[in-house]
């Protein structure tokens, strides 16, 4: 019997031997894949920046008939500067129109992607991950904003996925449950579970088309005519409307100080025309001068200089009244004489 039980125990610790070992086995294997599996080739990589990159990775497929790239190609940093930085982003429900990549954005992706472009091969594209200051977009968790985005060359003209455009950027996080996605061919259908992405699309321009594909209109994804003439106009042209938009400006604060002043004067004005009013109503019921009595023949005294200065200040607001039409000429003849003859 005791036989019995020492057999059993034995079969029972090696069942459970069995089932560690084959724990650890896919506890080990899943690890692996978690840990290593994704892990990036450095050597993919044209310029890094704790995790944003720029890096040269495997042609993503919209289907299994997805065209190689025309790569490797040349394409100046200078030329794409000029492209990036002539793209502008509208957001639908708030008509704003803002940059979708910052002035130092620019010059970082510009040298990257050119000399990305110059080694990727045909079936490899150009993926980037960049955070900037977006001045209209700081908040309270971060005064940055990220985008990502997927770039190659096909059929002579440059492809420009957006993936995510002016996301909150934190840093120090676990990209490998956060990651910096770039876009892809493929359409992604909003996660009903998940807040609506806000919605917008580039500004239209010349050199610049959104396909159509799968009956899905793909805003996201921008195709890009390589001509250098077509991307220095729309360069200076964006110079000029910033140059017309600081003068706009300019323009609007002096109209505002100019308002300010105006204001102040009708103030004054307003001031002055009760200060009129009341003096009026004190002519009206001051009491008529008295026949002047024969005198001796005496030189008159000269009006000191206080009384000279009260002589002008009323004979001056008697001239605005009048002007303003508050009294006849005749009514102004008479008390203009009144003023006089009291001195």
Same mark, same amino acid.
């Given at each position: 019997?005791?036989?019995?039980?020492?057999?059993?125990?034995?079969?029972?610790?090696?069942?459970?031997?069995?089932?560690?070992?084959?724990? +650890?086995? =896919?506890? $080990?294997?899943?690890?692996?894949?978690?840990?290593a599996g994704n892990k990036e080739d450095p050597s993919n990589y044209i310029w890094k920046h704790r995790d944003q990159y720029v890096r040269v990775e495997k042609q993503d497929r919209l289907t299994d008939t997805t065209p190689p790239n025309d790569h490797p190609v040349t394409i100046p940093a200078q030329q794409i500067e000029n492209i990036l930085g002539s793209l502008d982003a509208e957001y639908v429900e708030?008509?704003?129109? +803002?940059? =979708?990549? $910052?002035?130092?954005e620019v010059v970082i992706l510009s040298e990257a992607i050119s000399t990305g472009l110059a080694t990727a091969k045909t079936r490899e594209d150009v993926t980037f991950a960049i955070a900037g200051v977006h001045r209209d977009f700081i908040s309270f968790?971060?005064?940055?904003?990220?985008v990502t985005g997927r770039v190659f060359f096909v059929d002579g003209k440059l492809n420009l996925i957006i993936g995510d455009l002016h996301k909150p950027y934190i840093d120090n996080v676990e990209r490998r449950l956060?990651?910096?996605?770039?876009?892809?061919?493929m359409y992604k259908a909003p996660d009903p579970r998940k807040p609506a992405p806000v919605a917008w699309k580039p500004v239209p321009m010349a050199g610049l088309e959104t396909?159509?594909?799968?009956?899905?209109?793909?805003?996201?994804?921008?195709?890009?005519?390589?001509?250098?003439?077509?991307w220095k106009t729309a360069v200076a042209q964006k110079k000029e409307a910033k140059e017309?938009?600081?003068?706009?400006?300019?323009?609007?604060?002096?109209v505002r100080e100019?308002?300010?002043?105006?204001e102040a004067e009708q103030q004054q004005l307003r001031s002055e025309i009760q200060?009129?009013?009341?003096?009026?109503?004190q002519m009206k019921q001051a009491p008529p001068a008295a026949a002047p009595t024969a005198a001796p023949s005496v030189a008159p005294a000269a009006p000191v200089s206080g009384d000279m200065k009260k002589i002008e200040d009323r004979l001056e607001i008697l001239q605005r009244i009048r002007e303003k039409g508050w009294i006849t000429e005749q009514e102004y003849q008479a008390k203009k004489k009144e003023i006089l003859d009291s001195f």
């Open positions: 019997m005791r036989q019995k039980n020492v057999k059993s125990d034995c079969r029972t610790t090696l069942r459970r031997l069995a089932f560690a070992a084959l724990a +650890l086995v =896919i506890l $080990t294997g899943c690890s692996g894949s978690f840990l708030k008509g704003k129109l +803002l940059p =979708i990549f $910052t002035s130092k968790n971060s005064d940055r904003q990220y956060y990651p910096l996605e770039p876009g892809t061919r396909p159509t594909i799968a009956g899905v209109e793909r805003p996201d994804w921008m195709v890009l005519n390589t001509d250098p003439q077509l017309t938009a600081k003068e706009a400006f300019r323009e609007a604060s002096e100019t308002s300010a002043q105006l200060e009129m009013k009341q003096t009026i109503e």
